[in-house]
């Protein structure tokens, strides 16, 4: 179910019984032309925010009309008075009222033949005011940073006289792209209250995102080396060093509790202006396992039973203080299900983060598999939480130039919030670039939703495509539909690190998609709307150049061949990101660098080694860390490893030191051969020592893959080695039921299904893991489809399996750990597995 959700009456009774209550005077009228007799008046007194609505009155007046409005400070006459602020000549003239009692951003209109009044609380209601008037009333709309649109003839229009109240339902609104984020006047004028500190334009919320705070207030750099017990327990270590942001807390430790306590109290002295303050994890679901967090967490059914009774602990204290500060805690990850008894406390907040959901599906579509568990979650947290706020996402962080099927669903899920008594939302976009897909729309859409929950993000989307684009604009719609219907009918419920295939993009997408940017191209009727377009036909490009391509071997590389006609996308897609200003095609790479590996390695290829037999072809990429990106089974036509569907940053079959927390930043380069029928990838370290690995399709058992390492040690000094076999599998499904795609250990003679309710690598069974090392036998298998893989080991020679398994991207890791030795010169260390092709479970016994 794409469109409404079923609780649109009762959210349009809470917008107009809280936010947009329209109180019709008697019927009487005043045109346009009669106020540009008028004059503006605003006190000499009056704070930044109101001095600049007035000018912005001016300044959006004229654009509309021609005529200049003069600014005065008091009212020369009893009539013909447009009253910007409250004032005392406001307050005795027959449109007169008090904001006293007004929030912040609430606001009144109040519009006589005579007289015009717009008020508001104090730093913002009354700039926003200003635009609510000429978006409700004269029909303006500010689409982007340098396209203010006014309807012609808007000197001829007759308005009836009536007041307009509004109260905003989110006390944060938080739209995280470029295009806002850079341009704080245009971020105001959409309402949006968190870019700028800026009095003129009103100042932010005191409302502060919640966001990963541990590694602030506890760092590791000040606390690790005296005190590692302050830090989480993960596998029987205190881990100092960790990914994404650093190591989690063990949030049973009393000591702990004193020390965030202490840093909240500073962070209060150094911001009294703030509302709120974070007590968040950090960006990783390494949480603690010891046994006092292990206890309450089997006792409240999930990890946040132990984290929000140490965030209740905090709050506690800060209130004994500060009872007017909110303390705001993440329910995101790990923490995303609320505890069975703990409830947050009454100065806690909860944010509650659903970045596992589908983009293309409402929250309340019962029908989307992704969706229907955060949406029993946000339900069961509004039941307990004080304040609830959201982080959502309205980006694709892999490929921000992409397309992202969500222009049907941001306003539902909008809607959805405000039902449940939401507080605030973060959009959290594309916000480290510009001129992502669909960024001006995009931005447009999601800010006028925040501030206007009743409206259709959809009706908005084409309102934006009829406005922006000229002649152009049908067409432009007509694609944006094509392209939400494809990835229904196609895709697999596309979340915000969506790849091509989940988008279901493939070569006649892209084909279809180019020719409707070049007709709309060659429908736009000047160079305005032909450059807006242009911005926006950078999604066709991108699409081409992922999902357009066929991969083919070829002269000792791995190579892109794209459609006839279409052989320089590479090069015109840099040429155009350079032209509408894309300095990130995604969250963690600049446009600098990723143009730097489509020269190398898009346009000529990238260097490769080739095997193939009857059963088997492989091939590997030895200067990306030797990665075996080709793992086919050529009778069944299938491709075990995902690489080529997305790029070669994922989905391979490589071996990676055990103590790299980020394997994107992996950059060995390996040489490579053929020697006979194996892949012989080889890497010499600066000590001397060398890495060789060896790959081949086994004759001996066809439907086997063997690999062999040998690290051989000729270093001065003696050096500890660990690696990780890393393997990214295919599942052929992005099902999330452990019946449909089941993974095993072997244990005790049996098989073992660990993950049942896994998430990624964590999960009730996941210690199953930990025990089965000895087994030798690690495997998936898609009961559906009929096919999986066992990987076989010397147990001898391994100390560990783990695994990371994401239903989204229809991957599975099935990664082995060495163990740990220490090699002196001239000594060696080796080590075998092989990976076995299935077509029925269990595996025969041999």
Request: contains cysteine; glycine residues 6%.
């Amino acid at each position: 179910m794409i469109g409404g959700s079923k609780s649109v009456y009762t959210l349009q009774v809470v917008f107009l019984a809280m936010a947009s209550l329209l109180v019709a005077c008697s019927k009487p009228k005043v045109t346009v032309q009669a106020l540009q007799n008028w004059r503006i008046v605003v006190a000499k007194d009056a704070i930044p925010s109101e001095q600049y609505a007035a000018e912005e009155f001016q300044t959006l007046f004229e654009q509309a009309t021609g005529t200049r409005l003069p600014i005065v400070h008091r009212a020369e006459s009893a009539s013909g008075n447009v009253f910007i602020g409250e004032s005392l000549d406001m307050q005795k003239s027959d449109v007169g009222f008090s904001t006293k009692d007004f929030g912040e951003e609430e606001l009144e209109i109040r519009l006589r033949p005579d007289n015009l009044a717009i008020a508001g609380g104090k730093p913002r209601g009354t700039l926003y005011g200003v635009y609510e008037f000429f978006e409700r009333a004269l029909g303006t709309r500010f689409l982007t940073k340098d396209h203010t649109y006014f309807p012609p003839g808007v000197a001829g229009r007759v308005l009836t006289c009536r007041n307009w109240h509004v109260k905003p339902v989110f006390l944060y609104r938080n739209v995280y792209f470029g295009e806002i984020r850079r341009n704080p006047k245009f971020a105001t004028r959409l309402r949006v209250n968190t870019v700028t500190d800026s009095a003129k334009y009103g100042g932010r919320t005191s409302q502060q995102l919640i966001n990963h705070s541990f590694f602030k207030l506890v760092p590791v750099s000040k606390y690790g080396k005296t005190h590692p017990e302050y830090y989480a327990l993960v596998n029987g270590e205190r881990k100092l060093q960790m990914w994404g942001g650093g190591p989690q807390l063990d949030v049973s430790n009393p000591e702990v509790v004193e020390v965030v306590t202490q840093a909240i109290l500073e962070q209060i002295k150094e911001h009294p202006e703030w509302r709120n303050f974070s007590v968040s994890q950090n960006d990783n679901d390494q949480y603690c396992h010891c046994d006092s967090c292990e206890a309450i967490n089997r006792r409240e059914g999930t990890p946040m039973g132990a984290h929000l009774r140490f965030v209740n602990e905090v709050a506690r204290r800060i209130a004994e203080k500060y009872p007017d500060k909110w303390i705001g805690t993440l329910a995101y990850w790990y923490t995303r299900k609320p505890p069975k008894h703990i409830k947050p406390a009454p100065n806690v907040q909860i944010q509650l983060a659903d970045i596992e959901c589908c983009r293309l599906h409402p929250i309340d579509d019962p029908t989307c598999p992704r969706n229907v568990p955060f949406r029993k979650e946000l339900e069961a947290w509004s039941k307990i939480a004080k304040e609830l706020y959201i982080w959502t996402y309205a980006t694709d962080f892999r490929y921000y130039d992409l397309p992202i099927p969500n222009l049907k669903s941001i306003g539902p899920n909008i809607q959805f919030y405000v039902s449940h008594n939401v507080k605030g939302v973060f959009e959290q976009g594309n916000g480290n670039t510009l001129a992502g897909e669909m960024s001006d729309l995009r931005n447009y859409v999601i800010a006028r939703c925040l501030w206007d929950p009743t409206l259709d993000s959809w009706q908005l989307s084409k309102e934006f495509c009829d406005l922006h684009y000229g002649k152009a604009a049908p067409i432009i719609w007509e694609y944006l539909n094509f392209e939400h219907d494809w990835v229904e009918k196609h895709g697999d419920h596309p979340t915000c690190f969506a790849n091509p295939r989940m988008l279901g993009l493939n070569r006649e997408f892209a084909l279809k998609a180019f020719d409707y940017f070049k007709r709309a191209l060659a429908a736009a009727e000047n160079d305005t709307i032909r450059k807006r377009v242009e911005k926006i036909s950078i999604t066709a490009y991108r699409t081409m150049m992922e999902a357009g391509a066929e991969f083919v071997y070829r002269d000792g590389r791995l190579k892109r061949e794209y459609p006839p006609g279409y052989e320089n996308i590479v090069e015109e897609y840099i040429a155009l990101a350079h032209k509408i200003g894309l300095t990130s095609p995604g969250e963690s790479m600049t446009f600098a660098e990723f143009e730097k590996r489509l020269r190398e390695e898009y346009i000529p290829g990238i260097p490769a080694i080739k095997v193939e037999n009857a059963v088997w072809k492989l091939i590997a990429i030895p200067e990306k860390n030797g990665k075996v990106v080709v793992m086919e089974h050529k009778p069944d036509g299938r491709q075990l490893l995902q690489m080529l569907q997305t790029n070669f940053d994922y989905g391979a079959l490589d071996e990676v030191p055990a103590d790299v927390l980020d394997l994107s930043k992996i950059r060995f380069a390996y040489t490579g051969k053929v020697e006979g029928k194996a892949l012989v990838l080889q890497l010499k370290l600066p000590d001397g020592s060398s890495i060789e690995r060896r790959i081949w399709p086994s004759d001996e058992e066809p439907e086997k893959v063997m690999c062999k390492t040998v690290i051989t040690h000729r270093g001065q000094k003696p050096r500890t080695y660990q690696f990780v076999v890393h393997p990214e599998f295919w599942t052929g499904t992005s099902s999330a039921d452990w019946n449909v795609l089941s993974a095993y250990v072997y244990l005790n003679g049996h098989w073992e299904r660990y993950n049942d309710s896994l998430r990624a690598a964590s999960g009730p069974k996941a210690h199953l893991l930990d025990e089965a090392v000895g087994g030798g036998r690690h495997a998936y298998f898609n009961h559906e489809a009929g096919f999986g893989v066992l990987e076989t080991y010397d147990p001898s020679k391994f100390e560990r399996l783990r695994t990371w398994w994401i239903p989204d991207e229809s991957l599975i890791n099935l990664e082995i750990l060495t163990k740990r030795v220490t090699l002196h010169r001239g000594e060696s260390f080796s080590y075998t597995y092989a990976f076995e092709y299935l077509t029925e479970w269990p595996p025969r016994e041999k």
